[in-house]
T-cell receptor
Framework: NAGVTQTPKFQVLKTGQSMTLQCAQD?????MYWYRQDPGMGLRLIYY???????DKGEVPNGYNVSRLNKREFSLRLESAAPSQTSVYFC?????????????FGNGTRLTVT | GQQLNQSPQSMFIQEGEDVSMNCTSS?????WLWYKQDPGEGPVLLIA?????ELTSNGRLTAQFGITRKDSFLNISASIPSDVGIYFC??????????????FGQGTTLQVKP
């Protein structure tokens, strides 16, 4: 079982470049999320999609856009990368956006912006 | 935004010792989750708690949902080297059930000396 798959695993960008982080889940989950992880700060929610066709901002959405392409896929786009976006990005999914539905995480994308 | 205070930040213990870590919030939560993250991987769910006072075990791990709904603890008994990693608490505030948004603690880094 693949679970949540993220690509790429590593990426280095120059300031101002753009890129899209891909995420797909094979668990037929309705809800998907993008988090970033920085040292000493835990995981912070960037954007989430409670169900196919909907997206909402999380705690730190500035500088990012998302697309819920279909039920399986949820992508995160950096239009003009900045050094402050150097981080580890995690995609997650849950059966539904409710309190009794734990998140399942991918293995992360490690992004460095120089 | 809401913050979770997780302590301790790090622990360095001898194999066989018991471990305890906790998380507190300033508001009432309706869900507490505990995750473990191994190097280079995404967080993996250890224990989920959904009721105040709930005490749940998963092997050598035991977690409790505090009576006040503002705290939770995780205990690991008889630690072994493979317990090494970062442990995160996460929770959902009352009223956030429809969005599924999780708030994460800063993490507790556990190191076990054989």
């Amino acid at each position: 079982n693949a679970g949540v798959t993220q690509t790429p695993k590593f990426q280095v960008l120059k300031t101002g470049q753009s890129m899209t982080l891909q995420c797909a889940q094979d668990m037929n989950h309705n809800s998907m999320y993008w988090y970033r992880q920085d040292p000493g700060m835990g995981l912070r929610l960037i954007y989430y999609s409670a169900s196919e066709g909907t997206t909402d901002k999380g705690e730190v959405p500035n500088g990012y856009n998302v697309s819920r392409l279909n039920k399986r896929e949820f992508s995160l786009r950096l239009e003009s990368a900045a050094p402050s976006q150097t981080s580890v990005y995690f995609c997650a999914s849950s059966e539904w956006a409710g309190s009794n539905s734990p998140l399942h995480f991918g293995n992360g994308t490690r992004l460095t912006v120089t | 935004g809401q913050q979770l205070n997780q302590s301790p930040q790090s622990m360095f213990i001898q194999e066989g010792e018991d471990v305890s870590m906790n998380c507190t919030s300033s508001s009432i939560f309706n869900t507490w989750l505990w995750y473990k993250q191994d190097p280079g991987e995404g967080p993996v769910l250890l224990i989920a708690l959904y009721k105040a006072g709930e005490l749940t075990s998963n092997g050598r791990l035991t977690a409790q949902f505090g009576i006040t709904r503002k705290d939770s603890f995780l205990n690991i008994s008889a630690s072994i080297p493979s317990d090494v990693g970062i442990y995160f608490c996460a929770g959902r505030e009352m009223g956030s059930s429809n969005t599924g948004k999780l708030i994460f603690g800063q993490g507790t880094t556990l190191q076990v000396k054989p």
